[in-house]
Each structure stands twice: as C-alpha cells, then as structure tokens.
C-alpha cells in the first residue's frame, strides 16, 4: 500500500520541490536536520542528476551572489531558520527563491519573510511535511533523545513529536484516530496535545469520508517493554546498530577498527541504493553468512568474464557494464568488511553464549539453571564487564522482586562502573509484567553454533517485542479496547474490530529498536487480516542509549 509508505512519501515531496522550481541550475539549502532526511530518500549524485549543483547548510551559507541560480530553501519552521531566511532575503545571493518548509508556518512568519523580501525574489512558498526520518517504507524515527526527565515530557520535545507526528499522518494524507497506552502519562500528554494540534489545524486534515482516509495511531510507551533494547540481535540491520551503530544510514567502521581502509572507514546501508542490504536486513546473520558468500561468487563470475577483452565488442561489452561492475565491486566490499567486522565482535566478546543465556533469562523460567549459567559466564575471560551488566539487569527485571540479594550481588559481579544505578534505574523505569509459563509445556531447542557461515538457530531468538506483539495481536483478533487504548478526539473506536484496522501507526514513546522494525516487517509479510503497520519512535535504540534515556529519566534532583 504505497500511501503507507514513508520513505515514498518524502521522495515524492523532495522530487516535487526540485521539479516545481523548473529548468535550470538550482541550490539546495537545508538545516541540519532536513539534511538528514533528505539523505535517507536520495543519494547526493541522484539529486545532482536534476540541476542541483550547489547543496548547502543555512548555517553555514556562502555571501557570494550567484543570481543565475535558482534557490530552493528547504528547512524546519523554526524561529533560528525564519530569522536566517529573512536576513538572506535582504540580500538575496540568488536570483529567484522557492521556499519550502517541512511543517506549518505561521502567518506571522509568513509576513516576516515577506516584509524581508524587498527586492521580490520569492517566487514561492510551500508546506511539504517530511518532518521525520523515513529509515525504510514502514519505519522511521524523530531522532529525539532522552525525551524524559522523571518520566515527564521536556515541553520542546514534546511539540517536537506533535510536529513529527502530525507529518507522518499529513504525508500519508490521512486523518489519524489518536489511541494511546492507558497506563503512560507522557503517551496520554502526547495524544492529546496531537490531538489539539490537530483541531487547530483542522482543514489540512480533512481528506473527506473515502476509503483509507484515516489511520489509526497507536502510542505506547518503552517503559512498558524495557527488555527489548537490553538483548543482543542476530538480524544484519539491528546487529550492525547494536555492535557498531548506524547514525542516519551511515555506519562508522573506523570507530571499531583502526585498519579499515580510508574508503571503507563510512559506508552507507541504504535499503533503497543497496540490492543486498534491502534484501538482507531482516535476515538473521547466519543467512547474511549464506548470502555474502553466494555474492562473493556472482562477483568472481562476473570479474572472470571481464578479464576475457579481446575484441572491439567485449571492450564495448565492458565500457557498458563497467558503472554496474564498480557499484557490484563497492558492494562487496562493503559487505564483507562489515560481516567480518562483526563476525570477530561476536567472537571476541562470546556473544553466542551470552545471548542464548539472555534469551532463556527472559523466555523461560527455570531460575536454577539460569543462575548457574549466569555465575559461570561471568568468570569468562572473554565477557565483558558490559555484557554482565546486561545479563545482570535482565536477570533482575525477570527476578529481581523474588530474589533481591542474588539480584545485587550479580550487578557487583559485573564490575561495570554506576552498574547498582543503572539497574535501580532500569528497575524504576520497568512497567512490565512477565508472563509465568508452564515449564512442562516449553519445547525443546536443539542447540546449534555457527557452522560455514550457516543460521542462528531460534535458541538465539526466542525473544519477541511484548509490548509491540500484544498490541498486533490484539488489533488483529479485534480486541484492542478502548480501556487499554483510549481513544482521543471526536473519532472514538469503542472496541475497533480487527477488519476495521487495516492502517495503523504503532510510535514507541522513548524509543524504538530495530528488533521491533524486523517484527513489524515480519507481520506485514505475514498476517492474513490486511493490516499495514508503520512503526515509529522518538528515537532508534542500542542497549547503550537506550540504558542512557534511562538514567537520563531517573536523573536525581540537581
């Protein structure tokens, strides 16, 4: 369903905003933030390829006048850009001005930039709502950080996502039925101060009574699955984040090896300019293993045929092949320096033993064994002081309540500097309630390593989002009520039927993860009922920055 597809909806507006302007050479001038999200749906020689010569920042501009240029400002509304913008348009450098912002603007800053345009340079000005970072088709981010302090909204952050939010459901062309989890304040604080923004704005939602005209919006709240961010990940996408990081689509492998080459220290992991990175992202990593290798020999197959240049027509053959051949070339190195990377990660640090051990902490309930894994493991030479922290704060958040001193002494085993604050932390942070299961009727998993490359087997993903999959599950059987998700504004669904749920927006207050982005592509592959779910958060988390947002919102009184 392509109006649910974000990474579409923000093509569509950047591909507008260039072509409106007309033929001839154009600047492009963003801020830092619309840089970003420009650079998640087009790749910097693609927008070359239509007339942009010149791309810079507003904060950053050159006085230089270029008058034959055309000027394509694209910016957030805010107060700094109107400032910087009518102070261009005293002095305008270009020659014409189109004036495109990614959210409302008020008339009030309307008229300030036209007061500033003495000499007449604007030749128009537009509302285009890519106000969010779309990371893939059904998923993207605000890049909002530590949006809590004592589990209450920052007063800037919390117009921020309004906006955010508000461009999601208006790129989409779609009046948003607000629902929220009833047990989160921030979840019932944002609704409805969506909700008012909303009914301000009331005519640019209006989209009539058709078909797919609403889509309803879900906002939970990350204290209520504190676990998920905590694990370890065997799928390409969330392992790269969680072992190396991935900022914007780049992924700095200078930051973990020193001996990268200079051209391979940044790469970029685009599922749209990227064949193998698309097709492999959700796949667990011994699948990458199978895939990389099956790459590998396309590749030599393809070098070997390129060797043979004997004629007028194999040169042809080659000069015709050649942007094809050097993109292949540039993906495979790419790839293979990354698996690599990340293959002598999980060795160096045990991951494998680590992470079945979390799985089996969180997923079943045989305490004895899991404690005696546990004092063993974090003897190991190769686990870290990091690792047992992480191993100790599940252990607490599955078994803390029952067996307190073994909780605590386990973090003092871990030896990880502010290790007590941070699960006191985590403790405070945590909503959730685990399930008790009845040991006779968990199966049993044939434990099995990596061997030549090949899979991870479900002893290493047992795990699944709770508060993401009770959610799914609940609107596919029709039993998300209202009581657990009240509804704001006029629009109340009473108890929605799953048939009348076919678009919905699920944003994870405090962060999403890229485990929950793999379930949700998963579940829209999969589930019979018709339902698109698009998943959003303030932020995408590692277990690093997400244990950061917790301290951040159980910070002591300064």
């Known amino acids: 369903m392509t109006n649910m597809n974000v990474v579409l909806a923000v093509k569509n507006y950047v591909t507008k905003m260039i072509e409106d302007s007309g033929a001839g050479m154009k600047a492009l001038i963003m801020d830092k933030e619309t840089i970003g999200i420009v650079s998640m749906v087009f790749a910097q020689s693609e927008i070359l390829q239509k007339e942009v010569y010149l791309f810079e920042n507003i904060e950053q501009m050159s006085s230089e006048a270029v008058k034959q240029v055309k000027g394509i400002i694209f910016v957030r509304p805010t107060e700094f850009n109107i400032q910087l913008l009518g ?39 537009h509302e285009l709502f890519a106000d969010y970072y779309p990371l893939d088709c059904h998923h993207f981010t605000l890049n909002i950080w530590n949006c809590a302090y004592h589990f209450t909204w920052n007063q800037q952050q919390l117009t921020r996502c309004c906006q955010g939010l508000a461009a999601v459901a208006l790129s989409m062309k779609k009046r948003p039925i607000i629902r929220y989890g009833s047990s989160s304040d921030m979840c019932k604080r944002l609704a409805e101060s969506l909700n008012h923004q909303i009914s301000r704005e009331a005519s640019l939602f209006d989209y009539g009574q058709r078909q797919g005209a609403t889509v309803s919006m879900f906002i939970i709240d990350r204290r209520d699955d504190p676990v998920t961010p905590l694990m370890n990940q065997w799928t390409y996408e969330a392992m790269t984040h969680e072992l190396i990081g991935i900022k914007n689509g780049r992924v700095s492998l200078a930051s973990s090896n020193a001996n990268v080459s200079k051209e391979l220290s940044e790469i970029v992991l685009s599922p749209l300019n990227d064949q193998f990175y698309q ?33 007028i027509d194999d040169m042809k053959n080659f000069v015709e092949n050649y942007p094809q051949f050097k993109k292949m070339s540039g993906t495979v190195a790419k790839h293979v320096t990354l698996v690599s990377e990340l293959s002598k990660i999980v060795a160096d640090k045990n991951l494998l033993e680590i992470s079945e051990l979390e ?7 045989d305490h004895n064994d899991v404690l005696e894994r546990l004092r063993t493991i974090m003897k190991h030479q190769k686990v870290t002081s990091y690792e047992a922290l992480r191993l100790a704060a599940l252990y607490t958040l599955k078994y803390g309540q029952q067996h307190k001193s073994t909780a605590s002494s386990l973090v003092d085993r871990a030896n990880f500097k ?5 699960v006191k932390a985590l403790e405070r942070y945590n909503l959730a309630q685990f399930e008790e299961r009845d040991m006779k009727k968990a199966f049993s998993i044939t434990k099995r390593f990596f061997k030549d490359l090949q899979g991870v087997e479900n002893v290493y993903t047992q795990h699944k989002p709770s508060a993401l999959k009770n959610l799914l599950d609940k609107l596919v059987d029709g039993r998300a009520r209202e009581s657990e998700y009240p509804t704001v504004g006029m629009m109340r669904g009473g108890e929605e ?38 998943l959003g958060g303030t932020c995408v988390h590692s277990s690093r920055t997400f244990i950061d947002e917790v301290l951040f919102a159980c910070a002591p009184n300064s």
Request: charged content about 25%; proline content about 1%.
């Open 279 to 311: 097709e492999n992202l959700i796949n667990n990593f011994g699948e990458i293993g199978v895939n990389i290798k099956k790459l590998m020999e396309q590749f030599q197959a393809k070098t070997k045929s390129h060797q043979k240049v004997e004629s």
């Open 418 to 422: 502010d290790g007590r604050r941070i």
């Open 359 to 365: 799985q089996d902490i969180i997923c079943q309930n």
């Open 87 to 125: 102070e261009e348009l005293k002095k305008p450098r270009f020659g014409k001005y189109y004036l495109y912002f990614s959210n409302t603007i008020s008339k009030s800053d309307v008229k300030v930039l036209a007061e500033s345009d003495e000499q007449e340079c604007v030749c128009d000005i």
């Open 497 to 534: 039927k799953g048939g009348d749920l076919q678009q919905v927006v699920v944003f994870v207050v405090g962060g999403s993860t890229y485990e929950e982005i793999a379930y949700v592509e998963g579940f829209n592959l999969s589930n019979k009922s018709g339902i698109t779910v698009v």
